[in-house]
């Protein structure tokens, strides 16, 4: 019996694969089932002082992703013996990864494309999972897909289940109850009430701030002593009636040295472009995103400190300065570019490889293991599902033949 804690990448792939081969499978989720298109009220508040965006719903931060499936840290993981070719066909084939069809392909992001290119920057279409033929390009993909036209691992869940997985949702786990020093259930809170669930093996999946909580509750004083987080500004200028906003976002993609661009809108551009009365349809913008270095500390009580070091700082500036370059050819006036604020939407490494699991995904307590962005042993500075799906597959198959 395989008890799951959480539902996003990690957890959704892994209550799938082990269901499915007829393995005795529990999960728990804090969060409700919700229809993905009420996603946008589930984003959690961390601290006052960080801008960290995840969700807490069947499915987590998932549902509110941009469906954008890239792979990350071969060559990192490879230093642990750990070799995902066979695990991301199988992933990717499995959610439908390919660059979107022409008909999804916006004006706005053609500039993108048309403008890198010019200036000699590498530039490609972004893998996604995103159905067209269910798509209604209204560039609301951060918000829950309304006509759920995009992969989310709450489909996962969903085949869990049939699979005859048993799903307790709005049920936070707390900490790990052990026999003769090793794990054999959760303690978790529900209706008001703390209840005891006993099991084979847990598999944290609670994502990187929470994984970290319940692994120092447990014991785990490592956990948590660093984090990444993908730092990202989004950067825009006046582009008269280009209406990007209603675009499918993030559908192109330039790869620098120490950033990823990629065309995105925000809701919160508006107020820092200098340009009177701007309206969303008249901007253009993008999504600089960056590595950044794991320092960082969740605290039990769930309070998550950030900070920033001066090559995260650099990073961000050459990418911001190259987004400038093509947001200028592709036709905005730069007098009008101003940015976001610096948020992150990637929390990770919270529980390393290396560091808190060894390659197998195991804790140094016995059959507790980690499966979720919290085990990335560096920023990927790029999308990370992709990487937790195959890494949750791994870990499936291993658990599957103990
Ligand atoms: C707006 C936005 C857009 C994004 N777009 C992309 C993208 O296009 N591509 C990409 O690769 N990445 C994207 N990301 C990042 C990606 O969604 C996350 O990196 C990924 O979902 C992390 O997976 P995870 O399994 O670590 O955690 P999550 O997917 O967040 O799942 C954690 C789950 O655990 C549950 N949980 C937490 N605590 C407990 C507890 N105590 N007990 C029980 N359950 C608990 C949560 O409710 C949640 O369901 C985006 C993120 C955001 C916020």
């Excluded at 946008?40 to 549902?63: E, F, H, K, R």
């Excluded at 000699?120 to 159905?131: D, N, W």
């Excluded at 120490?258 to 200098?274: E, M």
Aim: aromatic share 8%; net charge negative.
């Amino acid at each position: 019996m395989i008890t799951i804690v959480g539902t996003g990448a990690g957890g959704g792939l892994l209550a799938r694969e082990l269901a499915k081969n007829g393995i005795e499978v529990t999960i728990f989720e804090k969060g409700p089932y919700i229809d993905s298109k009420d996603a946008y009220n589930y984003y959690n508040q961390y601290a006052p002082d960080i801008d960290l965006l995840a969700t807490t719903c069947i499915g987590g931060s998932t549902i509110v992703s941009m469906a954008n499936m890239v792979r990350a840290l071969d060559e990192e993981l490879h230093e642990f013996g750990i070799d995902l070719t066979a695990e991301y066909e199988y992933v990717e084939n499995l959610v439908g990864v390919h660059e979107l069809d022409d008909s999804h392909i916006g004006k706005g992001t053609q500039l993108f494309l048309d403008a890198a290119s010019e200036l000699g920057l590498e530039v490609s279409k972004m893998p996604k999972a995103i159905r067209e033929d269910e798509c209604i390009q209204c560039g609301k993909c951060a918000f829950g897909c309304p006509v759920d036209a995009k992969w989310t691992a709450k489909d996962f869940v969903d085949e869990a289940v049939e699979a005859g997985a048993t799903l307790i949702s709005d049920a936070e786990v707390m900490d790990i109850i052990f026999c003769n020093l090793k794990a054999c259930g959760v303690r978790y809170a529900k209706d008001d009430e703390i209840k005891v669930h006993k099991t084979d093996k847990v598999v944290l999946c609670a994502g990187a701030i929470d994984s970290a909580i319940i692994l120092k509750n447990s014991g785990i004083a490592d956990a948590g002593r660093e984090l990444f987080f993908d730092p990202f500004v989004s950067v825009g200028g006046y582009l008269k009636d280009i209406n990007f906003n209603t675009e499918v976002q993030m559908a192109g993609l330039v790869v620098g040295k120490n950033f990823v661009l990629a065309p995105h809108f925000s809701s919160f551009i508006k107020g820092n472009i200098p340009y009177g009365d701007v309206e969303d349809k008249d901007i253009l913008s993008i999504m600089v995103k960056t590595p950044d270095e794991c320092k960082g500390y969740v605290h039990t009580d769930g309070y998550v400190r950030k900070t920033n070091t001066i090559n995260d700082i650099r990073y961000l500036a050459e990418g911001v300065a190259t987004a400038g370059f093509i947001l200028q050819k592709a036709g905005v006036d730069p007098k009008t570019i101003g940015s976001t604020v610096y948020r992150g939407a990637h929390p990770g490494g919270t529980a390393a490889i290396g560091k808190v699991v060894d390659k197998n995904l195991e804790t140094e307590i016995d059959n507790l293991f980690v499966c979720d962005a919290s085990v990335l042993p560096i920023s990927p500075g790029k999308p990370p599902i992709l990487t937790i799906l195959a890494l949750s597959k791994r870990l499936a198959d291993y658990l599957s033949k103990k």
